[in-house]
């Protein structure tokens, strides 16, 4: 597994904007899949936004026109960049990292608070 370090949680009132960073290290240059999920309290951890191995995208419809996920392979390092941010945007949001190399690996997690 490779560690991976999230920043850029916070809280911030409905509409406003952040910004999170995911930067993964470790001697794993294979190819790989990284995302964004979320965890809500007493909910189910769901996919946001990912960043597959053959460079397509998929978002989940609630964010999808609002979120922005990037990628650096060169760096190993994931972005997401949440706009018009909603309470039911509220939840824990973890980084994660699969290749075939090293499996799958997770981000301890940042939290997102929206105030409505």
């Known amino acids: 597994q490779l560690q991976l370090v999230e920043s850029g949680g916070g809280l911030v009132q409905a509409g406003g904007s952040l910004i999170l960073s995911c930067t993964a290290s470790?001697?794993?240059?294979?190819?790989?899949?990284m995302g964004w999920y979320r965890q809500a309290p007493g909910q189910r951890r769901e996919l946001v936004a990912v960043?597959?191995?053959?460079?397509?995208?998929k978002y989940h419809d609630t964010v999808k026109g609002r979120f922005t996920v990037s990628k650096d392979n060169a760096k190993n390092t994931l972005s997401l960049q949440m706009n018009n941010l909603k309470p039911e945007d509220t939840a824990v949001y973890y980084c994660?990292?699969?290749?075939?190399?090293?499996?799958?690996?997770w981000g301890q997690g940042t939290q997102v608070t929206v105030s409505s």
């Open positions: 470790g001697d794993d240059y294979s190819i790989n899949d």
């Open positions: 994660n990292y699969y290749s075939d190399v090293t499996g799958v690996s």
């Open positions: 960043v597959l191995s053959d460079g397509s995208i």
